[in-house]
């Protein structure tokens, strides 16, 4: 049995789950998710505080959907709940980033502007060189930093361009030079 899987999940309070026969849709104080139901795996609602997943069978196809399926409803319910967020941090001499309405401005060295258009359901704030993404479902938000810290990897030798918040950056020497 999966170790995952066969825990239950707690529904806080103003948070409702709904199952249906292909999609399980989670409303919240921040908003509404919806999942499909993967196949040969069983979702329930037991007395309308606890989520319980469970599998048809023990073939090796719905062991390995056990645990994600669980993992993916308890981030719903994280999600209309409390939220997600993700800090980017920009280094770098000269560089700039600054929001127009739903364009994500950054000039990050290049011959030109770099601009991002913001998905529905993710907000970006920006303080400083500090770039903050938010939103309700954890894949979106990881996507939209994944796709913001593209642009600008940063680099070993001085670590410039887009790193995110925490994120520990090999350095490499340069050249050694003689002596």
């Not at 196949?39 to 196809?61: C, Y």
């Not at 770098?92 to 290049?110: E, I």
């Amino acid at each position: 049995m999966s170790r995952i899987g066969k825990l239950p999940i707690e529904i806080p309070a103003g948070v409702t789950i709904t199952v249906d026969n292909d999609f399980i849709t989670v409303k919240g104080p921040k908003g509404e998710l919806k999942q499909f139901t993967m196949p040969g795996i069983n979702v329930k609602v037991d007395d309308g505080n606890k989520v319980i997943v469970t599998r048809e069978t023990e073939e090796r196809e719905h062991r390995s959907k056990h645990g994600l399926m669980r993992t993916l409803i308890a981030n719903m319910v994280t999600g209309v709940t409390k939220g997600f967020e993700k800090k980017l941090e920009v280094t770098g001499v000269g560089f700039r980033v600054n929001l127009a309405g739903n364009v994500l401005k950054m000039s990050l060295g290049f011959s030109h502007e770099v601009q991002y258009k913001i998905p529905d359901g993710i907000q970006i704030k920006v303080e400083q060189l500090t770039i903050t993404v938010t939103g309700i479902d954890k894949q979106l938000v990881g996507q939209v930093a994944a796709e913001i810290r593209s642009f600008k990897k940063p680099e070993p030798y001085k670590g410039k361009g887009i790193a995110y918040s925490g994120e520990r950056i090999l350095r490499k020497s340069g050249k050694s030079g003689k002596e």
